[in-house]
């Protein structure tokens, strides 16, 4: 009798976890989400905590002094170790501080493309305790001047190709006292200051933090811009904790300290600047920056570099699955896709030509107040609950209709 019931226990135990998949089939994908939530829930809240301020600039830093000849970011024939990174930001920072006057809590504008400097700019600006305002540079005239004053930067910083487009609002910058540098080594525009060769002249040793001395996890630590597709762009305020918890994204999706990130989404905007650059700096990864998306190089610069994790918003999925096919689309090494926006059709096709590619779907706003991940792969969910989203805030997920205007639905189960 014994012997029956610990056989009948023993094969109870056996079947247990197959009842548990039959039940729930994505248990150990939540278990895993679950661990991965609250190890950045613990990190997040030790950083509110700590004294002084442990920013993203600080994490930068500790990858410099444990990886120091590690490469941080390749773009185009170039490459810059994250050493070297650290000196590079170091000079512009010095010349910033001594040129511009710049001091703790200033707001500087960028109004660059995906290039390395761009990266140097914000890493000198958050080693001076000061806020960066990440301008699109596809904006123009009086969206330009909007943009530029309503995050009232005491300076703008220019590249060289772009400066046509800041001398068309220059007269109203000069009334409003701004100091205006462009990225050359000399300028003859009335107005307008060079700021490349103030650089070179610089020094690329350390700063103290004690420049950063005030800065704490509500503190802005960048301006990302709407689209302004209904009148002006408007600037979101991310504050140092957003910042943070955008960046942990990556550690969401699985992106290891082996992996190297391609980025050629906008630095301006969070999927580029966010869930990109800053949490590739939290992993301690290397970035293939390319300055624009490009459907013919995609795949080459991914083969070139041995790319592991690409990102992708909108419809880039679509363009890269209509392109023509090659003997080679599936010889790469990416392993992981993180994005939002791909359709369920575009994303079965993608799979089906490009191979074995985990794609992690993403729902969110710059400035929404919940976010959603789609962590288990599922073909066309945009996300997936978690009974620890309960436990942090309400939501539900309405069905709205376009026809009518109004909502016609409180849906009972989100995503899926």
């Known amino acids: 009798m014994t012997a029956n019931i610990l056989y009948t226990a023993i094969a109870g135990l056996a079947v247990l976890p197959l009842l548990l998949y039959l039940k729930y089939p994505y248990i150990w994908y939540d278990l895993r989400y679950a661990i991965s939530a609250i190890q950045v829930g613990i990190r997040l809240n030790k950083y509110k905590n700590k004294k002084p301020f442990y920013s993203i600039v600080d994490c930068f830093l500790d990858k410099v002094a444990r990886q120091p000849h590690k490469k941080f970011l390749l773009f185009e024939e170039s490459s810059y170790t994250y050493i070297q990174a650290d000196k590079e930001s170091n000079r512009v920072a010095r010349a910033l501080s001594q040129h511009a006057n710049l001091k703790e809590g200033d707001t500087v504008a960028l109004f660059l493309g995906n290039q390395p400097l761009f990266v140097w700019f914000w890493l000198a600006l958050a080693k001076l305790g000061c806020t ?3 301008l699109n540079y596809n904006v123009r005239s009086k969206s330009l001047l ?4 309503c995050c009232e ?10 400066r046509g487009a800041v001398e068309d609002v220059l007269p109203t910058l000069n009334q409003q006292g701004v100091r205006v540098f462009v990225l050359s080594d000399h300028c003859d525009v009335e107005g307008i200051e060079s700021l490349s060769d103030k650089i070179q002249k ?8 004690q420049l950063r001395a005030n800065v704490n996890i509500k503190s802005p630590a960048l301006y990302i811009y709407t689209s302004g597709t209904t009148g002006l762009p408007k600037a979101a305020v991310i504050n140092q904790e957003r910042l943070w918890m955008a960046t942990f994204l990556q550690s969401i999706a699985g992106v290891r300290s082996d ?8 630095l301006y905007h969070t999927a580029g600047f966010m869930m990109g650059l800053t949490g590739a700096i939290e992993k301690g990864i290397t970035v293939v920056l390319r300055q624009k998306f490009s459907v013919s190089q995609f795949w080459n610069d991914c083969r070139k570099h041995n790319v592991t994790v690409i990102q992708y918003i909108g419809e880039i999925m679509r363009y890269l699955c209509n392109a023509p096919k090659r003997d080679n689309d599936r010889d790469h090494k990416v ?3 993180l994005g939002n926006g791909i359709r369920a059709d575009t994303w079965a096709d993608f799979l089906q030509r490009f191979g074995d590619i985990r794609i992690c779907e993403c729902y969110g706003a710059t400035e929404g107040n919940v976010g959603f991940v789609n962590y288990v792969g599922k073909v066309g969910a945009i996300g997936k609950e978690h009974f620890l989203h309960k436990m942090g805030y309400d939501y539900a997920l309405i069905r709205y209709d376009t026809e009518k205007e109004e909502a016609s639905q409180r849906l009972q ?3 899926y």
């Open 132 to 134: 960066a305002a990440l």
């Open 146 to 149: 909007h943009c530029f004053s």
């Open 153 to 162: 930067a005491k300076a703008l910083v220019v590249s060289a190709d772009l």
């Open 202 to 209: 610089a020094s690329d040793e350390s700063l103290s933090p």
């Open 259 to 266: 992996d190297i990130i391609y980025i050629y989404l906008p």
């Open 335 to 337: 392993r992981l896709a």
């Open 413 to 415: 189960r989100i995503l």
